[in-house]
């Protein structure tokens, strides 16, 4: 399935998604490209610092059992 998903969508790309794009508005495109970059772009590691291995949450009781949200 991810094989043929993927045969699909190089097809697309190669053709159609050029057109689709010119035919859309630039705020639109520019909307799009963001979403494609948050999928194809790698997140940075995060940097736990010393503050964050001694994070202790509170937590409080409302009397009744249940934890606010």
């Given amino acids: 399935m991810r094989d043929r998903l993927q045969q699909i969508f190089d097809e697309y790309t190669d053709g159609q ?3 689709d794009l010119k035919a859309t508005d630039p705020e639109t ?9 948050k999928l194809i772009t ?3 590691p995060t940097q736990e610092t ?3 291995q001694n994070f202790n ?3 409080i009781s ?4 249940t934890k606010p949200d």
């Fill in 17 to 19: 998604l050029h057109l």
């Fill in 62 to 65: 409302l009397g009744n059992g």
């Fill in 29 to 37: 495109r520019l909307r799009f490209m963001l979403e494609v970059a």
């Fill in 42 to 44: 790698p997140k940075p």
């Fill in 50 to 52: 010393e503050d964050d």
């Fill in 57 to 59: 949450p509170i937590i």
